[in-house]
């Protein structure tokens, strides 16, 4: 009844079921997308929380651990340990305080915003203990010191379709791609034809090397870059100039 637009009737079937069990977590995994698409976000989110917390075998912070978390910080409040209450930033920064496809990738991993606001909610933290004044990079400056552009996060989001496609006929199951396919569509009208992202792409790694030569990650990311187009003279020339400064940096030590 949902797959078929009907999100009413599918939450009225859930809840006769939860009705005899309210520990299936898939029941409140269901009801929880039903409720989101009949307006009711306050059940929704609970449903969500339910489907989380009774997951036979939980991957997640359930809400027995945040809470163990929560009083250990408590406990030891005297010896100056900090908590970063990523629960709340996540909830805050989300729409109806639920968080979705705009900060996890699937059900686990993060994308580049959802550890962005991760990084920013224990650097607050931090900063706000040692008195405040530290500025908070921008999501802007960290893609420019991480060599990322709009091909790239293409290319991330098509491999990860790729990967879900897999996975749905090995499982011969729907799951939903609706959000990275929104995403590449979005990303291919802003990053121009194929042949021009080759460019951008290398640009952009080279820029992040002018700002921080000595970025071991930047320098791995650009040579794959360069190997994955073709550039595998130039990326051999990059690998042994990188491993030369790296072994004149331990002499040096």
């Not at 976000?41 to 989380?52: E, L, M, P, T, W």
């Not at 991760?118 to 400056?141: H, N, P, Y």
């Not at 749905?168 to 959000?179: A, F, H, I, K, P």
Request: hydrophobic fraction near 40%; include cysteine.
């Amino acid at each position: 009844l949902h797959d078929a637009g009907l999100p009413k009737p599918a939450l009225a079937q859930c809840m006769n079921a939860l009705s005899l069990d309210d520990t299936h977590a898939g029941l409140h995994y269901l009801a929880a997308q039903a409720s989101w698409h009949t307006g009711d976000f306050v059940q929704s989110r609970q449903h969500y929380v339910n489907a989380r917390d009774l997951d036979r075998f939980p991957i997640r912070a359930t809400t027995t651990i945040n809470r163990l978390i929560k009083e250990t910080h408590s406990e030891m409040a005297g010896y100056g340990i900090l908590l970063a209450n990523a629960e709340n930033a996540f909830a805050q920064a989300s729409r109806h305080g639920i968080p979705g496809n705009e900060f996890f990738s699937d059900f686990v991993h993060l994308t580049f915003e959802g550890n962005y606001l991760l990084a920013a909610s224990v650097f607050e933290t931090i900063s706000e203990d040692l008195g405040g004044g530290e500025q908070l990079l921008s999501m802007e400056d960290c893609h420019r010191l991480l060599g990322l552009s709009p091909p790239v996060d293409l290319l991330h989001h098509e491999i990860y379709l790729e990967d879900r496609y897999f996975l749905q006929r090995l499982l011969n199951e729907n799951l939903d791609t609706s959000w990275h396919e929104y995403k590449v569509r979005e990303l291919e009208q802003a990053v121009g034809e194929p042949d021009q992202r080759e460019r951008i792409i290398l640009d952009a790694f080279l820029g992040a090397l002018q700002l921080n030569p000595s970025d071991y990650l930047v320098h791995a990311n650009y040579i794959r870059a360069l190997k994955h187009h073709g550039e595998s003279l130039q990326a051999l020339e990059e690998a042994l100039n990188r491993s030369s400064r790296a072994c004149l940096r331990r002499s040096e030590v």
